[in-house]
Nanobody, 123 residues
Framework: VQLQAFGGGLVQAGGSLRLSCAAS????????MGWFRQAIGKEREIVAA????????YYADSVKGRFTISRDNAKNTVYLQMNSLKPEDTAVYYC?????????????????WGQGTLVTVSS
C-alpha cells in the first residue's frame, strides 16, 4: 500500500487542522492505521491509531481530547482532526499502516509510511 499524507500547514495556537492520508494499492481497511509525529531533535512518536474494524482507537496522552482519528473506507482515506493545537504539537506528521492485528506503539511494528506533512503551531 502507498500512503500520501497532506493537510499540514501553519496555524495559531488554539486553531485546528485536519490531516488526510490517502491510501492506494490496497484498501486501508486491511490495515491498522496510525499517525506519528517527529519534532526537531526528538524521536518519532505515535499520536493516534485506529484498528482495522474502526472500533478501537489509541491516542497519546498528550493529544487525548484534542485529536480524533477516523477512516473513510469509501475514499480509502484516514484523517487526523487536530483541535486546540499547541506550539508543542509542531512536528512533521506521518501516516502509517500496519499488517498487525493489534495496535502497537513502536515504529518498528509499522510496515508502510507516508512522506510526512509539516504542522507548525505558532504561539
Amino acid at each position: 500500500v502507498q500512503l500520501q499524507a497532506f493537510g499540514g500547514g501553519l496555524v495559531q495556537a488554539g486553531g485546528s487542522l485536519r490531516l488526510s492520508c490517502a491510501a492506494s494499492g490496497r484498501t486501508s481497511s486491511r490495515y491498522v492505521m496510525g499517525w506519528f509525529r517527529q519534532a526537531i531533535g526528538k524521536e518519532r512518536e505515535i499520536v493516534a491509531a485506529l484498528s482495522r474494524s474502526g472500533d478501537s482507537t489509541y491516542y497519546a496522552d498528550s493529544v487525548k481530547g484534542r485529536f480524533t482519528i477516523s477512516r473513510d473506507n469509501a475514499k480509502n482515506t484516514v484523517y487526523l482532526q487536530m483541535n486546540s493545537l499547541k506550539p508543542e504539537d509542531t512536528a512533521v506528521y506521518y501516516c502509517a499502516a500496519s499488517r498487525n492485528s493489534n495496535i502497537y506503539y513502536g515504529t518498528s511494528e509499522w510496515d508502510y509510511w507516508g512522506q510526512g506533512t509539516l504542522v507548525t503551531v505558532s504561539s
